[in-house]
Each structure stands twice: as structure tokens, then as C-alpha cells.
């Protein structure tokens, strides 16, 4: 089973709004990742999780908040977004990084499209 | 640094009619290639993944690779697409350093079936 759940699946909030974006995996994977994709564009990369510890940050604005509580949770808070913060956010998991290098693959989620009005 | 080039941003082909993605990356080291496809609105679903030994590699749905190392190149190549096969294409590359394990991926393609 190579399966990552994400939480809700569409969100729509105010700027001045605080959300959470929630990600699950039970696959006993090590590290997650948050990445953000917006219309017809790659996924970029914004934070990874590696044993519960965060070891990447791609200089994501305060506004985005990861959090890490257990091995298989992965939240992403949100506080006074933009109207521009507006895209589908990737939650992806693999099994040991430290471990297997690159050759540690992801497994992404169905995403949660988020809209800042 | 490390890049991934989709040179082909639509391509549009017949149900039934065989298939060919291209991707180019540019990488120092030994590259770790992935194809991932996305349907509208969903995540991202693994194709296949070379690492090492027999440059083809086979994937799910009837999708297969082919690693070039004199070429720089990992073209996706199915047979016969079918009209659910439409859909965005990323190639990404692994890369691993001392703060992680990161995938660059290049633009996508995005793929047209035609009845």
C-alpha cells in the first residue's frame, strides 16, 4: 500500500483566516514533504521532514507553518495568506532519506486545492 | 546544479498510436530519474524510476523508459495509449545532499488523446 491522505481535499479562506492544511501516511515512512504547485507548473518543494525533524525549508514566507507531531502526520498551517498563496499543496512521504539517499522514493497525496480570497 | 528539460509542453495523440516523452537533464553525478503522471486536479502517481543496471526500465500501465547516459536523456515511451492515458507528465530527478533528499522536476507535458 503506497497510500497518502490529505485533508481536506478543497479549501477556501479569507486572509485573515487560520487553517491547516493535514497529511497522513501508514506506511511507515520516515520522511514527508510539503510542496506547493500552482496551475499548469511542477511542484515546488517547501519542507521536509525527516524523522520528525524539519531538515529542508526552501525559504517559505513565516505564513506557512509545518509541523511534524508524529511519523505518520504531517500539518501545514495557515495564517494571513495571499490571494497568490492560491494552489493545489502536495503532501508526499518516503521511507528513509538519511537511509536511501536519492534513490528514496516519494509517494504523493491526491493534494488540497486551496483558494485565498 | 542540477535541471530537467520537457522539451514538449502539449503533445496530442491518436487512441491506439504509440507514444514517446522526452526529458533531458543536466546532473554532475549519477542521476536518479523518475516519471510521474498527474490527472487533472489529483496528486502525482510514480511510472517508474531508473537508479541503476538495465537502462530500460519498466513501469506501471504500460509505460517504459529508457536511460541514456550519452544522450542525457530518459524518454517515456508507451505502445499503444489509451484515451485515459490524457494527463500531465513530470520527469524529475532525485537529488541528495546533506539537508535531504530533493526531486527537481521538469516543466511537464501535458498529453492529448484523440478518439
Known amino acids: 500500500d503506497t497510500e497518502v491522505t490529505q485533508t481536506p481535499k478543497h479549501l477556501v479562506m479569507g486572509m485573515t483566516n487560520k487553517k491547516s492544511l493535514k497529511c497522513e501516511q501508514h506506511m511507515g515512512h520516515r520522511a514527508m514533504y510539503w510542496y506547493k504547485q500552482k496551475a499548469k507548473k511542477p511542484p515546488e518543494l517547501m519542507f521536509v521532514y525527516s524523522y520528525e525533524k524539519l531538515s529542508i525549508n526552501e525559504s517559505v514566507p513565516s505564513r506557512f507553518s509545518p509541523e511534524c507531531p508524529n511519523s505518520s502526520l504531517l500539518n501545514l498551517h495557515l495564517h494571513a495568506l495571499q490571494p497568490e498563496d492560491s494552489a493545489l499543496y502536495l503532501c508526499a512521504s518516503s521511507q528513509d532519506q538519511e537511509a536511501g539517499g536519492p534513490t528514496d522514493t516519494q509517494y504523493f497525496g491526491p493534494g488540497t486545492r486551496l483558494t485565498v480570497l | 546544479a542540477q535541471s530537467v528539460t520537457q522539451p514538449d509542453i502539449h503533445i496530442t495523440v491518436s487512441e491506439g498510436a504509440s507514444l514517446e516523452l522526452r526529458c533531458n537533464y543536466s546532473?554532475?553525478?549519477?542521476?536518479?530519474l523518475f516519471w510521474y503522471v498527474q490527472s487533472p486536479g489529483q496528486g502525482l502517481q510514480l511510472l517508474l524510476k531508473?537508479?541503476?543496471?538495465?537502462?530500460l526500465v519498466q513501469g506501471i500501465k504500460g509505460f517504459e523508459a529508457e536511460f541514456k547516459r550519452s544522450q542525457s536523456s530518459f524518454n517515456l515511451r508507451k505502445p499503444s495509449v489509451h484515451w485515459s492515458d490524457a494527463a500531465e507528465y513530470f520527469c524529475?530527478?532525485?537529488?541528495?545532499?546533506?539537508?535531504?533528499?530533493?526531486?527537481?522536476f521538469g516543466g511537464g507535458t501535458r498529453l492529448m488523446v484523440k478518439p
Open positions: 531508473y537508479f541503476s543496471g538495465d537502462t
Open positions: 546532473y554532475g553525478a549519477t542521476p536518479y
Open positions: 524529475a530527478v532525485g537529488l541528495f545532499n546533506n539537508a535531504g533528499n530533493m526531486l527537481t
